[in-house]
C-alpha cells in the first residue's frame, strides 16, 4: 500500500525557517515524482512545487509565492521527500500535503496523498 | 496565467440527486483537468484524471466530461458519502504548471 507520512509542521514566527519531511513507502519512491500542496486555513489547495525523479533530471518547479524562499529536495536512499521553508510570512500558515505525482503525455496529476502537516507562522 | 473557475461555489443536494459541478478554465486547456473530493478534516482524493478517465477505486456514479475550456463533474445519485468539496485542477500551463479551482462545496439540503 502506497503510504505518505508528513512530519515537522509547528509554529514558528515570521521570517523563520522550518523544514518538513514526507516518508514514503510502498512504491519505487526514486521513480516518483513527487509534489507539495498547500492549504491555507478554511481555504482551497494551492501547489507549492514539485521534484522531478533523479532519471529525469530530479529539477525542481515551485509555485510564484514561495520561489526564492522554499526548497523542495529528496533523499531517494531514506525514501523521503523534504521541504526546506525559510523567510517564512503568516500567509505560508497551512496544512502541507505531499502527492505522489503521475506525469502522461496530456496530462499530470496528484495520485495519492499523505494526511498533511500543520505549519502556522505567527509571532 | 491560466485562471479556473467553479460553478457553483456551493451547492444543497439531496441522496439520489444528480449534481453536476462545472469548472470553467480562462483559455484551453484541452483534456489537462482532474477532480478531487475532499471530506473536512481529510486529505484530498482524486476522482477524475484527464478530463474523464475514472481513477481506480473511484464508485462509477462519478463522471467526468468536457475539453478546451468547460468541464463538468457529475454525480449520477448523491450518496451519503460524497458530502465534500469538489476541485478542479489544471496543468496546461507551465508555469505555474498546477493550478487548482476555488472548490465547490456540496451539502445536504
Known amino acids: 500500500e502506497v503510504q505518505l507520512v508528513e512530519s515537522g509542521g509547528g509554529l514558528v514566527k515570521p521570517g523563520g525557517s522550518l523544514r518538513l519531511s514526507c516518508a514514503a513507502s510502498?512504491?519505487?519512491?526514486?521513480?516518483?515524482?513527487m509534489s507539495w500542496v498547500r492549504q491555507a486555513p478554511g481555504k482551497g489547495l494551492e501547489w507549492v512545487g514539485r521534484?522531478?525523479?533523479?532519471?529525469?533530471?530530479?529539477?525542481?518547479d515551485y509555485a510564484a509565492p514561495v520561489k526564492g524562499r522554499f526548497t523542495i529536495s529528496r533523499d531517494d536512499s531514506k525514501n523521503t521527500l523534504y521541504l526546506q521553508m525559510n523567510s517564512l510570512k503568516t500567509e505560508d500558515t497551512a496544512v502541507y500535503y505531499c502527492?505522489?505525482?503521475?506525469?502522461?503525455?496530456?496530462?499530470?496529476?496528484?495520485?495519492?496523498w499523505g494526511k498533511g502537516t500543520t505549519v502556522t507562522v505567527s509571532s | 496565467d491560466i485562471q479556473m473557475t467553479q460553478s457553483p461555489s456551493s451547492l444543497s443536494a439531496s441522496v439520489g440527486d444528480r449534481v453536476t459541478i462545472t469548472c470553467r478554465a480562462s483559455?484551453?486547456?484541452?483534456?489537462?483537468l482532474n477532480w478531487y473530493q475532499q471530506k473536512p478534516g481529510k486529505a484530498p482524493k482524486l476522482l477524475i484524471y484527464?478530463?474523464?478517465s475514472l481513477q481506480s477505486g473511484v464508485p462509477s456514479r462519478f463522471s467526468g466530461s468536457g475539453s478546451g475550456t468547460d468541464f463538468t463533474l457529475t454525480i449520477s445519485s448523491l450518496q451519503p458519502e460524497d458530502f465534500a468539496t469538489y476541485y478542479c485542477?489544471?496543468?496546461?500551463?507551465?508555469?505555474?504548471?498546477?493550478?487548482f479551482g476555488p472548490g465547490t462545496k456540496v451539502d445536504i439540503k
Open positions: 502527492t505522489t505525482d503521475v506525469y502522461t503525455a496530456t496530462d499530470y496529476y496528484m495520485d495519492v
Open positions: 485542477q489544471q496543468s496546461y500551463s507551465t508555469p505555474p504548471w498546477v493550478t
Open positions: 521534484i522531478k525523479s533523479k532519471t529525469d533530471g530530479g529539477t525542481t
Open positions: 484527464a478530463a474523464s
Open positions: 510502498g512504491f519505487t519512491f526514486s521513480n516518483a515524482w
Open positions: 483559455q484551453s486547456i484541452s483534456s489537462y
